[in-house]
């Protein structure tokens, strides 16, 4: 590797990053990202300078049993606000949840154009109209098509990489402080499905006329070689076709269309009808078709209703709900909701994607659901059934090779999975000082040529959503949502004499959920007479305040709730007016 040239400290300025709220300098650029980083999903990278305002990829991140009620959660999108009149776009590197489901959002907001490949955009324009939003904003690029974005100032150029989705790409972005490059989902799989292959001349050649920073994927960077390729799978899933009697069900991640298409040749293959079940697979599979990325007869395919008419080991069922979710085609399967098409003995069912973090417990009942039904669904001996679409330790650092930025900057996921990316960048010569390893919010600046700093933060978080509200959930409620599964809820009712300001009559208590129920009288006297002793002791200046006398009743009953039971149960006083008798 060549040496780093040394910079002029003049270069440097001395102004670090003061106030989020204070536009970019002349000559600054701010690369400030408001999710992926440090958490898995959620990617949004915003790209700010004095001309310009966009933002590279504006994803989902999915809920986790810890927040109850919600669908989907999505970047907090306050740094923008002193800003709104400037946004000039979107870029997307690939069509993931993790990286636009959140564009729906992002759009009621801002309508800026969005630009992506094909199929990304694809994907998008359904996503679109269910929001009744303008399609208008969608702007197609090509492989390897380099656009001015805003007034011009950068140009975006779209290089692609190989991974589990068709179409994805990175995006090189030329700018007046140099080229910077942001990664997207990549892997380096030299036998791609659909023989799209990574631009590797064009991205060696960026890394021999100077890039400034490499924005790199570090998912898979724990683990040690190189990610298997996706023609790796076909001989693992043909012996499932094979071992398989009756029906082969096979769940899976409904973007994976190089899956998909593997899955439909040896179906035809093999001689079996295939059928689709879940809506975004559905959709999904359509969008595929129409652009197409899947090349079949239409014949193969059949509706639910038909799997009837062909014998159990001619059919081939695709779902969802690979991970064991609620609401899935696999979850309506396994309580019998679809119409002609039940588990029965000699099925088999293939989980051909990988376990995400979180959902072991989930995808264990789902399968155990499923041998109680008599499916198979010990698949270990079959071979491999699933590859990655994330590069691992050996990709990370061919790309970094290939690139040879003078900053590197790890980027999705969590802060151990960014730390061991940094450290095999400085494996390969890199210096400490030139490997940043930053999180959520924090700004990282360059000004002209001179070496970006890390700068200051902005603010971040999570804005949840529930799909029958119209607005974003606050955390608070999602709070409460917890501790009302937790832990239930006790209520206490209060009635004073509004005349004379005491006790109308004693406290009641009412509990659901909680673990010591209504009808226990010697608890329920406890908190009684705990409530009645904090009313008599009251101030007058607290009783005549409604607000502090419930705030006091709630910290009494919180106290000696949490000394009796260890539980932390919402507690709600409830202050009625009522005269004595």
């Known amino acids: 590797m060549k040496p780093f040239p040394e910079l002029d400290p003049m270069q440097v300025p001395t102004t670090l990053f003061e106030s989020w709220q204070t536009p970019p300098q002349a000559d600054e650029l701010r690369l400030i990202p408001i999710g992926g980083l440090g958490e898995f999903g959620m990617n949004a990278m915003v790209v700010h300078t004095a001309k310009s305002l966009f933002l590279v990829d504006c994803g989902q991140l999915f809920p986790s049993d810890d927040e109850p009620g919600i669908d989907s959660i999505v970047p907090d999108f306050a740094y923008l606000e002193p800003f709104a009149d400037r946004i000039d776009a979107v870029l997307l590197t690939h069509g993931h949840e993790d990286h636009l489901g959140a564009l729906p959002y992002f759009l009621e907001r801002w309508p800026v154009p969005v630009y992506g490949t094909a199929f990304t955009l694809g994907l998008l324009e359904s996503k679109m109209r269910e929001f009744e939003l303008d399609r208008k904003l969608l702007r197609k690029v090509s492989d390897f098509a ?256 290939l690139l040879r930025p003078r900053t590197m900057v790890p980027i999705h996921g969590n802060f151990r999975n960014l730390q061991a990316h940094g450290r095999i960048a400085e494996s390969l010569g890199w210096p400490k000082e030139r490997v940043l390893l930053i999180e959520g919010g924090e700004c990282l600046q360059f000004f002209g040529k001179a070496e970006p700093r890390l700068a200051g933060s902005v603010p971040v978080g999570k804005c949840f959503v529930d799909q029958g509200v119209s607005h974003r959930v606050d955390a608070r409620v999602v709070h409460d949502r917890l501790i009302l599964q937790e832990d239930g809820i006790v209520i206490a009712t209060v009635l004073v004499d509004p005349i004379t300001g005491e006790l109308a009559g004693d406290p009641t208590i009412l509990t659901r959920g909680f673990v010591v129920l209504s009808d226990d009288e010697s608890y329920g006297e406890l908190l009684r007479g705990a409530v009645r002793k904090a009313f008599e002791d009251a101030p007058p200046e607290i009783r005549k305040n409604r607000d502090l006398l419930i705030e006091l009743l709630r910290q009494t009953l919180r106290r000696i709730i949490r000394k009796t039971t260890e539980t932390r149960p919402m507690v709600v006083p409830m202050i009625l007016e009522a005269s004595a008798g």
């Open 146 to 401: 380099r656009i001015k974005i805003g007034c011009g100032e950068i140009e975006a150029e779209w290089i692609p990489v190989t991974h589990s989705i068709p179409d994805a790409c990175a995006i090189a972005l030329h700018t007046p402080q140099g080229v910077i490059v942001h990664s997207g989902d990549f892997k380096l799989d030299p036998t791609p499905t659909d023989g799209r292959l990574t631009g590797v001349k064009r991205l060696k050649a960026l890394g021999d006329t100077g890039v400034s920073a490499l924005l790199a994927d570090s998912t898979n960077v724990m683990k040690p070689g190189h990610t298997p390729s996706e023609e790796s799978c076909r001989e693992g899933l043909r012996q499932a076709f094979r071992q398989t009697k009756g029906k082969l069900f096979i769940a899976m991640f409904s973007s994976n269309i190089h899956r998909i298409q593997t899955l439909l040749d040896l179906a035809y293959e093999e001689d079996r009808k295939v059928v689709i079940l879940g809506r975004s697979l559905d959709r999904n599979v359509g969008v595929a078709r129409e652009l197409k990325h899947l090349m079949l007869p239409d014949d193969l395919f059949i509706q639910p209703n038909e799997a009837s008419l062909f014998k159990p080991n001619k059919i081939l069922v695709l779902c969802t709900g690979s991970q064991g979710e609620e609401m899935s085609a696999m979850a309506r399967l396994l309580r019998r909701e679809v119409k002609g098409l039940k588990f029965a003995p000699g099925d088999r069912l293939v989980l051909s994607s990988r376990s995400i973090p979180g959902n072991e417990v989930s995808i264990s009942r789902m399968l155990d659901a499923a041998a109680r039904q008599g499916v198979e669904t010990a698949n270990e001996e079959l071979g491999p059934i699933h590859a990655s679409g994330h590069g691992q330790r050996d990709e990370a650092a061919e790309f970094i090779r």
